[in-house]
């Protein structure tokens, strides 16, 4: 089946504009994740969603940051009035809780994010 | 909240030889370890994970050691090969109960040399 698939795959922004971007997890997928990959760096973790529950946001840099769930599928992370310090690669990842491998995380392509 | 380290963050090693990666982490609740590989570009994607219930774990040409005691798990290819050329990542989290979400090293680059 298909993987995690996330849109756009690039975007460019201008400074204090608001971008949107979103994540189509493995379907049956019970969790979602955002992680933020600075060049050269790891990725670091964002949120966390279960279902549509929003259960950790504690990763979030700002109130600028804004992430949903609602249905419990796609999900869509955005910020507002981007900043240039926001340009990174913005990661998804889900697995799939309650069975065998259960914890892996299957990761998007991710979107770039470069703000001028 | 958990912190992972990791080294080195570059290595080079010539075709056939092993390569060592290394991590420590500093909260003792997480139970989860998982190494991804990342290529110039691309998603991370998951080689080998380890649950805190076992000290070691193989598949092939990958093996992964953890030490709870010492806080300290390790990544191991044997045999390597110019495709296993990319950046390494190892990952520290907790699987039912806490923080699900992964915090994860500096990363490795590993250059296999032909």
């Known amino acids: 089946g298909a993987g995690v698939s996330q849109s756009p795959r690039y975007k460019v922004a201008k400074r204090g504009q608001d971008v949107a971007l979103r994540c189509d997890p493995i379907?049956?997928?019970?969790?979602l994740f955002w992680y933020q990959q600075a060049l050269g760096q790891g990725p670091e973790f964002l949120t966390y969603?279960?279902?549509?529950?929003?259960?950790?946001k504690s990763g979030l840099p700002s109130d600028r940051f804004f992430a949903e769930r609602p249905e419990g599928s796609v999900s869509t992370l955005k910020i507002q009035r981007t900043q240039q310090e926001d340009s990174a690669v913005y990661l998804c990842?889900?697995?799939?809780?309650?069975?065998?491998?259960?914890?892996?995380?299957?990761f998007g392509p991710g979107t770039r994010l470069t703000v001028l | 909240g958990e912190n992972v380290e990791q080294h080195p963050s570059t290595l080079s090693v010539q075709e056939g030889d092993s390569a060592v990666i290394k991590c420590t982490y500093s909260?003792?609740?997480?139970?989860?370890f998982p190494w991804y590989k990342q290529e110039l570009g691309k998603r991370p994607q998951l080689i080998i994970d380890?649950?805190?219930?076992?000290g070691e774990k193989k598949d092939q040409r990958i093996a992964v050691t953890l030490n709870k005691t010492a806080k300290h798990f390790s990544l191991h290819i044997t045999e390597t090969q110019p495709e296993d050329s990319a950046v390494y990542f190892c990952?520290?989290?907790?699987?039912?109960?806490?923080?699900?979400?992964?915090?994860f090293g500096s990363g490795t680059r590993l250059q296999v040399q032909p």
């Open positions: 990842a889900s697995s799939l809780e309650g069975q065998g491998r259960y914890n892996e995380q299957f």
């Open positions: 969603f279960q279902n549509e529950a929003q259960l950790d």
């Open positions: 909260d003792s609740a997480s139970n989860y």
């Open positions: 380890i649950r805190s219930n076992v």
């Open positions: 990952a520290a989290s907790q699987i039912r109960t806490g923080r699900r979400a992964l915090t």
């Open positions: 379907s049956g997928h019970v969790s």
